[in-house]
């Protein structure tokens, strides 16, 4: 199993190194096969050591050049960071990332030999029209992604269960995790949307789901911590 912590725009430089030196302890006893995969903002990157990946949630597709506020690949080098995640649906509500964008720096990073998450997700109005109008629209957001590319995992995010407290009931993960791998070729396949210590056995007992995304959950160390020592 993958167990990913996003922390968006939470946690600062100060509190994400106490972060891990706490989750190191606790790494100490996790199953040798599960990985645990860190998303810092992007202040608090650095190069840590440990039995655990040091992510970005976000860059430029360029090595570096003239793009304002942004950070390129020349700034993750300097940390050896080589995993990103692309396709949030909060950068393509928020931050306004069309398909079109989402694509173009997929194709970069996956140049570059970067690891990448790749998030997909439907709002509520689809998934209230039915499996068949959610798969649709989340075969849409690969438009223009390689899904042969090997260092890819997807991750599957239902909008309307991301902060809500409320996750996707395990025949909705079931049955579009089970749609999902037939379409990217059994890539591993994460879920995320209100993940916690409370629901995790179940989530991850399900078939197709090898790991999972997590935000709220993932903000206190011994909380996250509990996901994969459960
Ligand atoms: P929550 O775990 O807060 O629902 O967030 C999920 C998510 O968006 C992870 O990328």
Known sequence: MIYAANFKTNHTRATTKAYIEALKEKLLTKKPEDKVYIFPPATALDSYAGDFTIGTQNAYPTQNGAYTGEIGVEQLTEFGIKTILIGHSERREHLSESQEKVAEKFTFFKEQGFEII?????????????????????????????????????????????????????????????????????????????????????????????????????????????????
């Open 118 to 230: 790749y998030c997909i997700g439907e709002p509520l109005e689809i998934r209230e029209q039915g499996i068949e109008a959610v798969m649709q629209y989340l075969l849409a957001q690969f438009d223009g992604i390689d899904i042969t590319y090997d260092n890819l995992i997807v991750a599957y995010e239902p909008i309307w269960a991301i902060g809500t407290g409320r996750s996707a009931t395990v025949e909705e993960i079931s049955s579009t995790h089970r749609a999902l791998k037939k379409a990217i070729n059994n890539k591993p396949l994460l879920y995320g949307g209100s993940a916690k210590p409370a629901n995790i056995k179940e989530i991850s007992s399900i078939d197709g789901v090898d790991g999972v995304l997590v935000g709220s959950a993932s903000l206190d160390a011994g909380n996250f911590s509990e996901m994969f020592l459960a």
